[in-house]
């Protein structure tokens, strides 16, 4: 059974870093395009950053450049956020999202194929000001 089970989120203030996890089961990272999405309360989920595992090209939403770095340890079968200078916009349920030979990182993060995707349930970043 394909699994992915996020972890990190938490409370934290402006200014703070925290970092995410995403630990994979039921399948590797090979091959795969991976990416962490978010989701604010009256809001459109939005593409945060997703990876291409194999190539390890990367794409950051503008709003997280120079503040988010994605990153994958496939020896655990884990992937990564980590994201510093945090921002109260920055507030939202974080999700990780997977694709076996998915789209190149940026349509992911866009949009493309996220209904053939793998989910997890999501984690709660809170950022106050």
């Known amino acids: 059974e394909v699994q992915l089970v996020e972890s990190g989120g938490g409370l934290v203030q402006a200014g703070e870093s925290l970092r995410l996890s995403c630990a994979a089961s039921?399948?590797?990272?090979?091959?795969?395009?991976v990416g962490w999405f978010r989701q604010a309360p009256g809001k459109e989920r939005e593409g945060v950053s997703c990876?291409?595992?194999?190539?390890?090209?990367?794409y950051y939403a503008d709003s997280v450049k120079g503040r988010f770095t994605i990153s994958s340890d496939n020896a655990k079968n884990t992937m990564y956020l980590q994201m510093n200078s945090l921002k109260p916009e920055d507030t939202a349920v974080y999700y990780c999202?997977?694709?076996?030979?998915?789209?190149?990182?940026?349509?992911?993060?866009?949009?493309?194929?996220?209904?053939?995707?793998?989910w997890g349930r999501g984690t709660q970043v809170t950022v106050s000001s």
């Open positions: 039921g399948f590797t990272f090979d091959d795969y395009t």
């Open positions: 990876i291409s595992i194999s190539g390890s090209s990367t």
């Open positions: 999202a997977a694709l076996l030979r998915g789209p190149s990182p940026n349509y992911y993060c866009s949009g493309y194929d996220l209904l053939l995707s793998s």
